[in-house]
Structures are given as structure tokens and as C-alpha cells.
């Protein structure tokens, strides 16, 4: 293990982030893990999303907030929050982000009496890669704001 800069590797992951239009997010219940494809906005490294609260995911958090998100090559392990109604004004930044990217899919589920945004806060990133042909892990401990460099 290397320990490296955090900042360069943080701006990685949240580019990677920001392009990517749709992120798998896991939940896990009395022994059954469930994983579906959410369509998200980001703000630096959480996740945000929009669902509705008598979604089999949102049951989920409310009995089991650690979850897993999975973009290709990168792995998260997040807690995630029901932060309510995308229309609180607390949600206000997730609404302009969340419009801007998904118009349509804003205009339809935002306006469900029963819409809410979740709010995924990652705990751990890992980022698989390959340098000079060799695989490499980088890791963030977003906590703690360090990261290291493992060799496969």
C-alpha cells in the first residue's frame, strides 16, 4: 500500500460521476441483496437520486442505510439517506442538477406525491486500473480524506 494525493484522485472519481448518465445501486435485507440501475446527479462524491417512498429500494434504507453503488471500474460503499420530497427546499440543489440532466424523468416523477430523493454519502471508493499493463486499486477513505494506491 502507497499512500497518494487525495484531491487528484477525488476529481477522477467525480468526473467519472458527472459522465456517467445511470449507476447500479445495491441494497441488502435479511439476507437478500437487491441491485438495479438508478438514473443519479452528483454533487462532488455523493450520489443522488430520485424514487418513489413505497419503492422496494426506499423500504430497504429505511430497515438498512449501508449500500453499494458500481460504475464500470469503480466500486462505492455508501450511507444512504431519504432526504424527502424533491420540492423541499433542501432537495433545491438535487432539483436543478436532477432537471438539467433528466428533463423528462424530473417532469414524471418529481411530481408524485410520493417522490423522494435519496442521497447516498460514500464511505469508501475503489477505482480499478491498469498502469504500464500492471492492475492497480485506488482506494479513497472518504472519511478521513486519504488515499493509497494497492498493487493486484
Known amino acids: 500500500m502507497r499512500y497518494i494525493e487525495y484531491d487528484p484522485i477525488f476529481r477522477k472519481l467525480e468526473e467519472k ?6 449507476i447500479t445501486f445495491s441494497t441488502a435485507v435479511h439476507n437478500k441483496v437487491t441491485a438495479r440501475t438508478v438514473s443519479h446527479v452528483n454533487s462532488g462524491l455523493d450520489v443522488m ?3 418513489r417512498s413505497v419503492s ?40 436543478l442538477l436532477y432537471k438539467e440532466k433528466f428533463p423528462r424523468y424530473y417532469s414524471y416523477l ?5 417522490a423522494v430523493v ?29 488515499a493509497y494506491k494497492l498493487e493486484e
Open 49 to 51: 437520486f430520485l424514487t
Open 118 to 146: 435519496i442521497k447516498c454519502e460514500p464511505r469508501k471508493i475503489t477505482l480499478y486500473t491498469y498502469e504500464d499493463n500492471h492492475p492497480f486499486r485506488y482506494i479513497l477513505e472518504v472519511d478521513q480524506k486519504i
Open 17 to 22: 460521476l458527472n459522465d456517467a448518465e445511470y
Open 56 to 95: 422496494e429500494k426506499t423500504q430497504q434504507l429505511k430497515l438498512n442505510p449501508y449500500v453499494a453503488l458500481a460504475l464500470p471500474t469503480i466500486q462505492i460503499e455508501a450511507v444512504a439517506r431519504i432526504c424527502g420530497s424533491p420540492q423541499k427546499e433542501s432537495n433545491s440543489m438535487f432539483s
Open 110 to 114: 418529481a411530481t408524485k406525491h410520493d
